[in-house]
């Protein structure tokens, strides 16, 4: 029932900036943390960003800290993910999805996955 549309990926040079949706269907998502998580070519699905019900708690995977930025719209019942200075290592298929934690510093997504977008970044 619920669905998970992302969107917004594209190819950009070095330095550049995209900004990538995900619009949830079928249910509200008011109450949930969401999360952002990326998949690079020939590589596991990772944490990148996480944002709470109410936007007043953040975290982000090291290495986008200061670059990327999480947010919601929760009439929309849509997250973004804002990126900026991005780099080669970026590259990879970004996907959002309903998480449980932090537990540590690690996270729980749920079982339904989108089909991602895909950001390229070339020198």
């Known amino acids: 029932q619920v669905q998970l549309v992302e969107s917004g990926g594209g190819v950009v040079q070095t330095g550049g900036s995209l900004r990538l949706s995900c619009t949830v269907s079928?249910?509200?998502?008011?109450?949930?943390?969401m999360a952002w998580f990326r998949q690079a070519p020939g590589g596991d699905r990772t944490f990148v960003a996480a944002?709470?019900?109410?936007?007043?708690?953040?975290y982000y995977f090291d290495a986008v800290k200061g670059r990327f930025t999480i947010s919601r719209d929760n009439a929309k019942n849509t997250l973004y993910l804002q990126m900026n200075g991005l780099q080669s290592e970026d590259t990879a298929v970004y996907y959002c999805?309903?998480?449980?934690?932090?537990?540590?510093?690690?996270?729980?997504?749920?079982?339904?996955w989108g089909q991602g977008t895909r950001v390229t970044v070339s020198s």
């Open positions: 999805n309903r998480v449980a934690g932090p537990f540590g510093s690690s996270w729980s997504p749920f079982d339904y």
């Open positions: 079928g249910r509200s998502f008011s109450s949930w943390t």
């Open positions: 944002i709470d019900s109410t936007a007043d708690n953040k």
